[in-house]
C-alpha cells in the first residue's frame, strides 16, 4: 500500500462521519487535496511534527465532532511527546493515523529510523495508549476505520509519492474555510 491509498480509505471516513481531517506537511496533504477537497480537511503546509498535536488540540476542544489527523512516521519522530499527550488525555473523538513509509517523503525519500529497529505502534503503546492498531493493506484500514473511534492507526506504507498537483489556495484561504467548518458556533 502507497501512502496515497491510506489517504484514499481517510477521506472516504471522513466523507461518511462528517470528521475534521488534519494533513500532515507537503506531499500528504497534496494528496489529499487531489484525492478529497472538502472543508473539513486542514492542510498543514509547513509545521513538521505538529499535525497530531492540532488534531489532539481539536479534539479537545470539539467534543461533539469527531477528528482525524494524518501524521507521518518522520512527523511523529520529531514530536514523539505527543503520543504521551494522547495517552495522558484520552479522547473518545480522535484517531490518528500515522502512515509509516520508513521515509521522510516529502524530502526526498531518506529512511527514517523506522526503516531499522523504531517500531511506533510500540512506542505509542509504551506512551500508554491502550487503542492502537497496525495496518498494512487498505482493507485492513477500512476495517480498522470503521470499527473504531479513537485510538492510534499505524499504516505501514511503501515508500513514495504520488504526482498530485500543487495546491493553489492560499493558507489565509485554507484557515478561513476550515474554521468555518471547525469553529464552536456563536450563540
Do not use: W
Not at 47 to 52: I, T, Y
Not at 87 to 111: C, F, H, K, M, W
Amino acid at each position: 500500500m502507497k501512502r496515497i491509498d491510506a489517504i484514499n480509505e481517510i477521506a472516504a471516513k471522513v466523507k461518511e462521519t462528517g470528521a475534521l481531517l488534519i494533513a500532515n506537511i507537503g506531499i500528504p496533504c497534496k494528496e489529499l487535496h487531489y484525492v478529497c477537497d472538502i472543508p473539513n480537511n486542514f492542510y498543514m503546509l509547513g509545521s513538521m511534527g505538529l499535525a497530531s498535536s492540532i488534531g489532539l488540540g481539536l479534539a479537545l476542544s470539539r467534543p461533539d465532532k469527531k477528528v482525524i489527523a494524518i501524521d507521518g512516521d518522520g512527523s511523529i519522530l520529531m514530536n514523539m511527546g505527543t503520543l504521551a499527550t494522547i495517552a495522558s488525555q484520552e479522547p473518545d473523538n480522535y484517531i490518528l493515523v500515522i502512515v509509516d513509509n520508513r521515509a521522510y517523503g516529502s524530502t526526498g525519500n531518506q529512511p527514517t529510523a523506522t526503516s531499522k529497529n523504531t517500531d511506533l505502534a510500540a512506542v505509542a503503546k509504551g506512551a500508554g495508549n491502550s487503542n492502537v492498531y497496525v495496518v498494512d493493506t487498505p482493507e485492513g484500514l477500512r476495517r480498522t476505520l470503521k470499527s473504531t473511534d479513537n485510538g492510534i492507526i499505524v499504516v505501514k506504507a511503501e515508500p513514495g509519492n504520488s504526482d498530485a498537483p500543487v495546491i493553489e489556495m492560499s493558507p489565509e484561504t485554507i484557515l478561513k474555510r476550515f474554521m468555518g467548518i471547525s469553529s464552536r458556533p456563536s450563540r
